[in-house]
């Protein structure tokens, strides 16, 4: 079955510290990646995706995700978090089934920043 | 520009009201959805529209009824609003094409009271 597991529900860290928010994904054809955020009363603005090629791939706002196909991983990075990177991440497989297109999604992780 | 948009932003109504919320965009996309998301910031979609046919129908009561009068709009309308129905409702786009990923709408914070 396809499925997508962010295992951190919750993350505090310090501003200035770096961040790594994890993600697994089950998915038997290959992999359309993707983490979104989720500014507070906000909609989902797309990180970054991964489809093809290059394994780390660069999103805005200083992000970066690695795909690693044999741990069936795409954890999102960021060497140095800021205040406002507070939020609700969300990493997406997106899946196909004849014309029907879908994204699955994991749970979700709520990022805080202490000063 | 608003590339997807909904409306309205907030809505608070009793409990065995129909009420619709709307959305539009303007990036010429082919494929339109409605996700909801529960207060534990669950996201789980409800229906996708391609081309305004519905492509996908979740398992979702039937006193929602998406209609799509053209591929720009996605409407949602919801009759007989019981308080489970209280979450936040996001619209959603994509482009044509496998490798696409979903454009958002500001989302829809439904109240049923």
């Known amino acids: 079955a396809q499925s997508v597991t962010q295992p951190d529900i919750h993350i505090t860290v310090s501003e200035g510290a770096s961040l790594e928010l994890r993600c697994n994904y089950s998915?038997?054809?290959?992999?359309?990646l993707f983490w979104y955020v989720q500014s507070p009363g906000q909609g989902l603005q797309l990180l970054l995706k991964y489809f093809s090629g290059d394994t780390l791939v660069q999103g805005i706002k200083g992000f970066e995700a690695e795909f690693k196909r044999s741990q069936s991983s795409f954890n999102l990075r960021k060497p140095s978090v800021h205040w406002s990177d507070a939020a609700e991440y969300f990493c997406?497989?997106?899946?196909?089934?004849?014309?029907?297109?879908?994204?699955?999604w994991g749970l979700g992780t709520s990022l805080a920043v202490n000063p | 520009d608003t590339a997807v948009s909904q409306t309205p932003k907030y809505l608070v109504t009793q409990m065995g009201n129909d009420k619709s919320i709307k959305c539009e965009q303007n990036l010429g996309h082919d494929t339109m959805y409605w996700y909801k998301q529960d207060s534990k910031k669950f996201l789980k979609i409800m229906f996708s529209y391609n081309n305004k046919e519905l492509i996908i129908n979740e398992t979702v009561p039937n006193r929602f009824s998406p209609k799509s009068p053209d591929k720009a709009h996605l409407n949602l309308h919801i009759n007989s609003l019981e308080l489970g129905d209280s979450a936040v409702y996001f619209c959603?786009?994509?482009?044509?094409?496998?490798?696409?990923?979903?454009?958002f709408g500001q989302g829809t914070r439904l109240t049923v009271v």
């Open positions: 959603a786009s994509s482009p044509p094409g496998v490798r696409t990923e979903a454009f």
């Open positions: 997406a497989v997106g899946a196909l089934s004849g014309n029907n297109r879908k994204l699955i």
């Open positions: 998915y038997g054809a290959t992999p359309y």
